[in-house]
C-alpha cells in the first residue's frame, strides 16, 4: 500500500488549497479514505472520510469549508479547503485501513498565515 499526498504550502487566511493523495498497492475503490491532520504540540485530528459509494463526513471544525472527494478511477483522494483559518496550519496526512492496518502517507504541510 502506498499514499503519496500532494504539496501543501502557505495560504492566507480566507484562502483555499486542494491536496490530494493518489494511492496504489489496494482496490482503491473498496476502502475508505480519510484525511488526518496533526498541529504542533497537539494530538492527530481526524478531518474527513470518504466511503467507497461516496458518502462524507467532517469533522465539526471544518464543516461547511472543506470538501473530501474521490476519483476511483484515478485512485486518488482530495480535500478541497476553503475559509482558511490560521488554526487550520497542520501536517495532513492521508490514511487508508487495509488488512486491520492503517497505513499513511508523508504528509505535506498547509500553513495558513499572512
Known amino acids: 500500500v502506498q499514499l503519496v499526498e500532494s504539496e501543501g504550502g502557505l495560504v492566507q487566511p480566507g484562502g483555499s488549497l486542494r491536496l490530494s493523495c493518489a494511492a496504489s498497492?489496494?482496490?482503491?475503490?473498496?476502502?475508505?479514505m480519510n484525511w488526518v491532520r496533526q498541529a504542533p504540540g497537539k494530538q492527530r485530528e481526524a478531518v474527513a472520510s470518504?466511503?467507497?459509494?461516496?458518502?462524507?463526513n467532517y469533522a465539526n471544525s471544518v464543516k461547511g469549508r472543506f470538501t473530501i472527494s474521490r476519483d476511483n478511477v484515478k485512485k486518488t483522494v482530495y480535500l478541497q479547503m476553503n475559509s482558511l483559518r490560521p488554526e487550520d496550519t497542520a501536517v495532513y496526512f492521508c490514511?487508508?485501513?487495509?488488512?486491520?492496518?492503517?497505513?499513511w502517507g508523508q504528509g505535506t504541510q498547509v500553513t495558513v498565515s499572512s
Open positions: 470518504v466511503t467507497n459509494d461516496g458518502s462524507t
Open positions: 490514511r487508508v485501513a487495509v488488512g486491520g492496518r492503517n497505513y
Open positions: 498497492g489496494f482496490t482503491f475503490s473498496s476502502y475508505v
